[in-house]
């Protein structure tokens, strides 16, 4: 009896059910949505790191203008445009720059040149001031 009985119980069982298993897809999805992440991170800190550098850039063209002798007004002048071309990026600057921009022009390309008068160092002294202000 206890073998019918015991058969009788095994008849019962039902077989295993399957179970969905996503585990996989999960996986993958979590190592993508951190790789997106990372990535994500990684443009954020380069781009912030490359605008500085741009600014530190402008502060050592700053640096370079205020450092310019004019005792050699010739080779002044074209440091002075050099510089001043390459800080002029706003709308202010790109004015003076174009108002400055001729007054150096005279110094240039000439074999001699005279000594820089002073409406134009006075001209670029505005320029560098109005730098200054806005770097």
Do not use: C
């Not at 002798?69 to 071309?85: F, G, L, M, V």
């Amino acid at each position: 009896m206890n073998e019918q009985n015991l058969t009788a119980q095994l008849k019962d069982i039902k077989p295993l059910l399957e179970i969905p298993d996503n585990s996989f897809y999960i996986y993958w999805g979590l190592i993508g949505f951190g790789v997106l992440l990372l990535l994500a991170v990684l443009f954020f800190v380069i781009k912030k790191l490359w605008e500085k550098r741009k600014i530190n850039l402008a502060k050592g063209y700053l640096a370079k203008l205020k450092e310019i002798d004019w005792k050699d007004p010739k080779k002044s002048a074209y440091e002075a445009t050099h510089y001043a071309r390459l800080l002029a990026t706003d709308e202010r600057r790109k004015e003076l720059f174009s108002q400055l921009e001729p007054m150096l022009e005279k110094y240039k390309y000439k074999k001699k040149v005279d000594e820089v008068d002073s409406d134009t160092k006075n001209k670029f002294n505005l320029f560098v001031q109005v730098a200054d202000e806005s770097i």
